[in-house]
């Protein structure tokens, strides 16, 4: 097929497709938009009352990491919920221009319809991710239908289905309680931090609940399930670090590990006035951490004429802490 011919079919079909997407689409007036802007928090939601010629338009967040769907919980008025099926209410995509609370005229297709029904409450869901598994009941309805979120907000707007309904319904307020339905996970970011010898480019092996990271993936933020996790970092050339870490739902945990060289260290602490030896050459780092050769070291330490010599086998990755004490027993015979 010519190269022109192919061109040709490839415009008149997106040609097609956009005018399928204007002939779907429906343009409508508002009395009112409300605005929200939602935020990943499991404390959040925000309450907003509408009339059932209003709209509410839900921005969602630019980074969004734990957002799965959202939460409208309409609190009906005893008179509208008596008016059974006087009013419906739709989710749009592609909405037209972009909503302000000043905007009344819009343009978008239907996504979702639903009766509201003749009840003082009610739940609509309105997922975000494929394959979220939203809870459902006689109370909640869950369209099936994901948004495209065109523009980073979800649109919902009532409308009356029916003539001849009192001016006391047409006038009633439906009270929208809004929240983020978040999943039951925390990002983890894992920071670093090296001995001054270090260049910092070393390999590290890292592993949450003995399953492997990368370390790059571990530093910009992992997704994990809510509640402990064991975290080791393995080096050739550092010490093995273990930590413990709790992830909270939807909230961001930051870790930093220090990183320490695999050279074996000793700290040393004695009472007031002892003398310490260290291979035969007086040590006064008391109560620091020094860095000591592999193999065998011997520490001398006296407090007048007491004295008490012992040999340390030291070996690569270990802190050894060496303590003298001074102990004085009273014991009476019968």
């Given at each position: 097929?010519p190269a022109f011919?192919?061109k040709r079919i490839?415009?008149?079909?997106?040609?097609?497709?956009?005018?399928?997407?204007?002939?779907?689409a429906e343009?409508?007036?508002?009395?009112?938009?409300?605005?929200v802007?939602l935020?990943e928090?499991?404390?959040?939601s925000v309450?907003?009352?509408?009339?059932?010629?209003?709209?509410?338009?839900v921005f969602?967040?630019?980074?969004?990491?734990?957002?799965?769907?959202?939460?409208f919980k309409?609190e009906?008025?005893?008179e509208t919920a008596m008016?059974?099926?006087?009013?419906?209410?739709y989710?749009?995509?592609?909405?037209?221009p972009?909503?302000?609370?000043?905007q009344?005229d819009?343009?978008?297709?239907?996504?979702?319809f639903?009766v509201?029904?003749?009840k003082?409450?009610?739940?609509?869901?309105v997922?975000?991710t494929?394959?979220?598994?939203?809870k459902?009941?006689?109370?909640?309805?869950?369209?099936?239908?994901?948004?495209?979120?065109?523009g980073?907000?979800?649109?919902?707007?009532?409308?009356?289905?029916?003539?001849?309904?009192?001016?006391?319904?047409?006038?009633s307020?439906?009270?929208?309680?809004?929240?983020?339905i978040?999943?039951?996970?925390?990002?983890?970011?894992?920071?670093?931090?090296?001995?001054e010898e270090?260049?910092g480019?070393?390999?590290?092996?890292?592993?949450i609940?003995?399953?492997?990271?990368?370390?790059e993936?571990?530093?910009?933020g992992?997704?994990?399930?809510?509640?402990?996790h064991?975290?080791?970092?393995?080096s050739?050339?550092f010490?093995?670090?273990v930590?413990?870490?709790?992830?909270d739902q939807a909230?961001?945990t930051?870790l930093?590990?220090?990183l320490?060289?695999?050279e074996p260290?000793?700290?040393?602490?004695a009472p007031?006035?002892?003398?310490?030896?260290l291979?035969?050459?007086?040590?006064?780092?008391?109560?620091?951490?020094?860095v000591?050769?592999?193999?065998e070291?011997?520490?001398k330490?006296?407090?007048?004429?007491?004295?008490?010599?012992?040999t340390l086998?030291?070996?690569?990755?270990?802190?050894?802490?060496v303590?003298?004490?001074?102990?004085l027993?009273?014991?009476?015979?019968?």
């Amino acid at each position: 097929m010519p190269a022109f011919n192919r061109k040709r079919i490839i415009l008149v079909a997106a040609l097609t497709a956009f005018a399928c997407g204007l002939l779907n689409a429906e343009t409508f007036r508002v009395a009112q938009c409300r605005k929200v802007e939602l935020i990943e928090d499991t404390s959040y939601s925000v309450t907003k009352k509408a009339g059932l010629n209003d709209a509410i338009a839900v921005f969602l967040p630019e980074d969004r990491i734990f957002l799965e769907g959202i939460e409208f919980k309409l609190e009906i008025p005893e008179e509208t919920a008596m008016w059974k099926d006087c009013c419906g209410v739709y989710i749009y995509d592609g909405i037209r221009p972009v909503p302000t609370e000043q905007q009344i005229d819009f343009s978008g297709s239907k996504l979702f319809f639903g009766v509201i029904p003749g009840k003082l409450s009610w739940v609509l869901q309105v997922p975000l991710t494929q394959g979220v598994q939203l809870k459902t009941n006689q109370y909640t309805k869950t369209i099936d239908k994901i948004p495209s979120a065109q523009g980073n907000f979800v649109f919902l707007r009532l409308q009356p289905l029916m003539k001849g309904v009192p001016d006391e319904v047409m006038n009633s307020k439906i009270t929208f309680t809004i929240r983020p339905i978040l999943s039951d996970k925390g990002l983890l970011k894992t920071a670093f931090t090296f001995p001054e010898e270090s260049t910092g480019s070393e390999n590290i092996s890292i592993f949450i609940d003995n399953t492997p990271y990368m370390r790059e993936d571990a530093q910009k933020g992992l997704l994990l399930e809510t509640g402990i996790h064991n975290i080791s970092v393995i080096s050739e050339n550092f010490r093995t670090e273990v930590r413990k870490v709790r992830i909270d739902q939807a909230k961001k945990t930051e870790l930093l590990i220090e990183l320490k060289s695999i050279e074996p260290t000793v700290i040393i602490t004695a009472p007031e006035g002892a003398v310490v030896f260290l291979d035969e050459e007086e040590f006064t780092e008391m109560g620091k951490e020094y860095v000591l050769t592999e193999g065998e070291h011997k520490i001398k330490c006296g407090i007048g004429d007491y004295e008490i010599v012992r040999t340390l086998s030291v070996t690569k990755g270990r802190t050894y802490k060496v303590n003298l004490t001074v102990d004085l027993q009273i014991q009476e015979d019968e």
